[in-house]
């Protein structure tokens, strides 16, 4: 890892929002001297807890950066804003608050998730196997933990592509790469740049260490995946990817996890008593399993153990025989596809909130197969009316009208699904204020 000395260092931090606030704390205890920047008001940042002296421009032009050793980019700016921008072209280096905390960090081993979707699921099994610290881009930033971190302790890191190009440190003892969809491509300039921006953190890694990766991306991305030096290991659910005697992975059998590595099968885990609905998350178990052996540790709690993490297909409430689901976490038509074929049984769907313009292409066939029902609601319900273009579609201004509609009409043996396809910031703080919400108004 890359060491940085901060002390005297003059410092801005673009975002000052959760983990441009973390970095502020750490940097300044470094002995940095720092402002921040922000589009929101300084009165609701200083509200929100500690900050650096603020900048007041509304505009990032109007940011004179010339005067910064070191300008660190939240995860909510864009790497086009024009400070970023400006940045670089005076050769100022721009890191991440990620890149921060690993500047300091002693020696440990680390695992880091990345992926479009899957990636906080798999950090939390992770996090269960072992018992290592969870941090990044699932809700604590690094630079807020950096003080419990001792030489050799287990780092687990969930990093999005927001994080990984501005983190040149980071390469991880095991880097694993769930799946790739259209996603943030306004923040990466187009599909191809969220790729490579994904795969840089693999092609960080050094031939000694190891990367997981989910089947259907080498099939898919051959050519990229071939750009990667480290170790490949794959999970599948197809046992017969595994019959190449180079491929060496995880792969599920009758309910049980097995790991083919150069020699027999060896199993690895029983995932019959594991509590996440869909084959996704299936995935994501051999995933984590698969990532935690490669770190070295072969003694596994049992994975009945393991809760549901919030908003992610959590059971909330069954009343009158109808089972009420809060997938709000599902904020791309992927999620959404991947919810809707988990299911079992009548499915009336919530959808809707602010438009990533990105479809799925299987999610019209599972609609017709799984649901009965569709109520949209959000800023994009008349795009999706006419994506959908059905016939048992109703439209609702809010979700709470939305939940409303879906109580009066569901009948026993009905399952109401709210998995959105869409980002909550339409009528939400982010998509925990809109999946709590849903939790309240279902049990009103």
């Known amino acids: 890892m890359i060491k940085r000395e901060y002390k005297d260092k003059k410092i801005l931090i673009a975002g000052m929002a959760r983990s441009g606030r973390a970095a502020f704390a750490l940097l300044a205890e470094q002995g940095a001297e720092i402002n921040g920047y922000d589009i929101r008001k300084n009165k609701t940042l200083r509200a929100e807890g500690s900050c650096p002296e603020l900048l007041s421009q509304k505009d990032p032009g109007l940011v004179d950066v010339s005067s910064y050793d070191l300008v660190v980019i939240s995860p909510g700016v864009k790497k086009n804003n024009k400070i970023i921008v400006h940045a670089r072209e005076l050769g100022i280096p721009v890191i991440s608050e990620l890149e921060v905390a690993l500047s300091v960090l002693p020696p440990v081993k680390i695992i880091a998730v990345t992926g479009t979707n899957g990636k906080t699921t798999t950090a939390k099994i992770i996090e269960f196997l072992t018992g290592g610290i969870l941090a990044g881009n699932v ?42 969809f259209p996603e943030h491509l306004d923040w990466h300039g187009g599909y191809d740049n969220y790729i490579a921006d994904k795969l840089l953190l693999f092609r960080r890694q050094t031939p000694g260490q190891a990367a997981v990766l989910n089947d259907n991306i080498r099939k898919t991305h051959q050519e990229l995946i071939e750009t990667i030096k480290s170790r490949k290991i794959f999970f599948s659910f197809r046992k017969k990817a595994f019959r190449e ?98 299911l079992e049984g009548p499915v009336i769907l919530l959808a809707g909130g602010r438009s990533k313009d990105i479809m799925h292409p299987g999610l019209k066939n599972a609609v017709r197969k799984n649901v009965k029902k569709i109520i949209l609601f959000g800023e994009n319900r008349h795009e999706l009316k006419k994506y ?48 709590n919400k849903f939790k309240k108004w279902v049990k009103e």
Not at 253 to 265: E, L, Q, V
Not at 398 to 426: C, H, I, N, W, Y
């Open 139 to 180: 809700g604590t930033p690094l630079t807020s933990v950096v003080k419990d971190i001792k030489r050799d302790d287990l780092l687990i890191l969930e990093v999005s592509s927001y994080q990984i190009p501005f983190s040149p440190s980071l390469s991880p003892d095991v880097a694993v790469l769930l799946n790739i």
């Open 245 to 342: 005697k180079k491929i060496k992975g995880t792969y599920i059998k009758d309910k049980n996890i097995y790991y083919k590595n150069n020699s027999d099968p060896q199993f690895l885990m029983a995932a019959d008593k594991y509590k996440l609905k869909g084959l996704h998350n299936l995935e994501n178990l051999m995933a984590a399993v698969l990532a935690v052996r490669l770190i070295g540790i072969k003694k596994l709690p049992r994975i009945s153990g393991f809760p549901v993490p919030a908003h992610r297909l959590e059971e909330v409430a069954e009343i009158n025989g109808v089972l009420y689901i809060n997938d709000s976490k599902a904020t791309n038509m992927d999620s959404v596809y991947r919810a809707v074929t988990s």
């Open 388 to 435: 959908f273009n059905t016939v048992f579609e109703k439209k609702s201004g809010t979700l709470r009208e939305a939940v409303k509609k879906a109580k009066q009409m569901a009948v026993k043996g009905d399952t109401v699904l709210l998995s959105p396809g869409g980002s909550s910031f339409d009528e939400f703080k982010d998509y925990r204020d809109r999946g």
